[in-house]
């Protein structure tokens, strides 16, 4: 199955400040790539799919690039909101696969 | 919107079975496609297989092929996950999620269920 790995594991951001997260996947996925946030205690939330597009009602703060293999998330301000988990997701080999999660913390 | 709302927690000894219950409040599947997740105390996300309820049809990960059945009930806009041969190892929040385009295999998951702790303890 295809691997999906995230950097940094952790993140240490001022607030107003801009976070940027890396995905790199094993093999190729195309541009099938999600983003999701997680806070604590609740479910994940779709941020970006297509590796750009932004999904109904996520802020234009959030943008996301990349093919192939190399795909990166920024938050170009960061928000209270924003401290949390961010997981990326390949939906082009069967099976999907998730990455392990990068927590971004208040610097 | 449609949301998704999950089945209460449940607490099963090792060996057992558990059902959590998936349905659309504020609408219908219609021609949903609705996938199953976990996620273990600390861990990520782990696909664990996806349906079509008007159709029927089911895909599971390789994982979880003969311990996991997935089924759904169009005429209630009901999905079930069943895990059979429990072990502490499958203590978690299990989520159930909406495909954004429809794919029961491989798809961006839009709308997401609240989650359903599943502790697994003798």
């Known amino acids: 199955e295809t691997v999906m790995t995230q950097s940094p594991v952790t993140l240490s951001v001022s607030p107003g400040n801009r976070a940027t997260l890396s995905c790199r996947a094993s093999?190729?996925?195309?541009?099938?790539l999600a983003w999701y946030r997680q806070k604590p205690g609740q479910a994940p939330r779709l941020l970006i799919y297509g590796a750009s597009t932004r999904a109904t009602g996520v802020p234009v703060r959030f943008s996301g690039s990349g093919s192939g293999t190399e795909f990166t998330l920024t938050i170009s301000s960061l928000q209270s909101e924003d401290f949390a988990v961010y997981y990326c997701q390949q939906y082009y080999n069967w099976p999907q696969t998730f990455g392990q999660g990068t927590k971004v913390e208040i610097k | 919107q449609v949301q998704m709302v999950q089945s209460g927690a449940e607490v099963k000894i090792p060996g057992s079975s558990v059902k959590v219950s998936c349905w659309a409040s504020?609408?219908?599947?219609?021609?949903?496609?609705i996938s199953w997740l976990r996620q273990a105390p600390g861990q990520g996300l782990e696909w664990m297989g996806g349906i079509i309820p008007v159709a029927g049809t089911v895909n599971y990960a390789p994982k979880f092929q003969g311990g996991l059945t997935i089924t759904a009930d169009d005429s209630t806009s009901t999905a079930y996950m069943e895990l059979s041969s429990l072990k502490s190892q499958d203590t978690a929040v299990y989520y159930c999620?909406?495909?954004?385009?429809?794919?029961?295999?491989?798809?961006?998951?839009?709308?997401w269920g609240q989650g359903t702790t599943v502790t697994v303890s003798s």
């Open positions: 504020g609408g219908t599947f219609t021609s949903y496609a």
């Open positions: 999620a909406k495909s954004l385009g429809g794919s029961y295999r491989l798809d961006a998951l839009d709308i």
């Open positions: 093999q190729s996925v195309s541009r099938n």
